[in-house]
């Protein structure tokens, strides 16, 4: 059931359009004798290749993204236990780094499902919440940390920042859009183009055999179209391989 309903989760009105219009174009082929023994191989060149390139290079923007998530993630923890257990660190110093670490991660989910103007506003918090963990290691050191200790922390601060913008870089620069372009125009037409080819199967093989050729490259390339599609935004929160965000409620019980 678990299969079926990831399945249908890439099926929309789009794949039921095009297959809508393989079969009528098959079918009007079929009725006025318009048949053409086309080449098969030709999609595998023309469209497969392409969209197996661009869902590759969806599928590693999402695998990278969750590793600078993880990252992230890890760095903000080893802060929060450095202002815990580093010498001259007390209880005042881990409630502020627990509060700037939740803020962080509350304001990084908000940044990356948000779109236009508000992107903007969302990421001055963002480096605002950095900024405030910067002057937090300086009362660690006023507190008595040794200066290695907060070259140590400051250290962790950068590759968070490096880390929020490598997935800033996956969010702001796609698979290259004339790719995208090429595949989504191919991928909905070819199915219809076939439409004499589809009518020749009808007609040197069993009359039904035509539609069910037809439906079948119809769903089959409408379908890794929305693969690729849902890969693509791995923050949108369409597709059921998006990267989860939500992750601040998790760390309020951990640290």
Request: charged fraction near 15%.
């Given at each position: 059931?678990?299969?079926?309903?990831?399945?249908?989760?890439?099926?929309?009105?789009?794949?039921?359009?095009?297959?809508?219009?393989?079969?009528?174009?098959?079918?009007?082929?079929?009725?006025?004798?318009?048949?053409?023994?086309?080449?098969?191989?030709?999609?595998?060149?023309?469209?497969?290749?392409?969209?197996?390139?661009?869902?590759?290079?969806?599928?590693?923007?999402?695998e990278d993204v969750l590793k600078y998530f993880a990252s992230l993630k890890a760095h903000g923890v080893s802060l929060c236990f450095a202002h815990s257990h580093w010498r001259g660190a007390g209880m005042e110093d881990k409630v502020r780094a627990k509060v700037l670490f939740l803020s962080l991660l509350s304001n990084t989910r908000e940044y990356f499902i948000s779109q236009g103007s508000q992107c903007v506003a969302i990421r001055e918090k963002i480096y605002e919440v950095f900024r405030e963990i910067s002057m937090s290691h300086e009362k660690l050191r006023d507190g008595g940390l040794s200066p290695t200790e907060v070259s140590r922390a400051n250290q962790y601060l950068r590759a968070m920042i490096i880390e929020f913008e490598s997935m800033n870089n996956v969010k702001l620069y796609q698979t290259p859009k004339s790719l995208r372009a090429y595949s989504q125009i191919f991928l909905n037409l070819f199915p219809i183009l076939y439409a004499p080819y589809f009518a020749h199967i009808c007609q040197v093989s069993h009359v039904l055999s035509g539609y069910v050729v037809a439906f079948i490259y119809s769903v089959v390339l409408v379908t890794l179209d929305n693969i690729q599609e849902d890969l693509e935004d791995p923050f949108d929160g369409e597709g059921e391989d998006d990267v989860e965000l939500s992750v601040q409620e998790d760390f309020e019980t951990l640290l």
């Open positions: 059931m678990k299969v079926l309903k990831s399945f249908w989760s890439v099926v929309d009105w789009q794949t039921y359009l095009v297959t809508f219009l393989a079969l009528t174009a098959t079918y009007i082929c079929n009725r006025f004798n318009i048949s053409a023994e086309l080449p098969s191989g030709l999609i595998g060149i023309a469209i497969i290749f392409p969209i197996v390139f661009s869902i590759n290079a969806a599928y590693k923007r999402r």
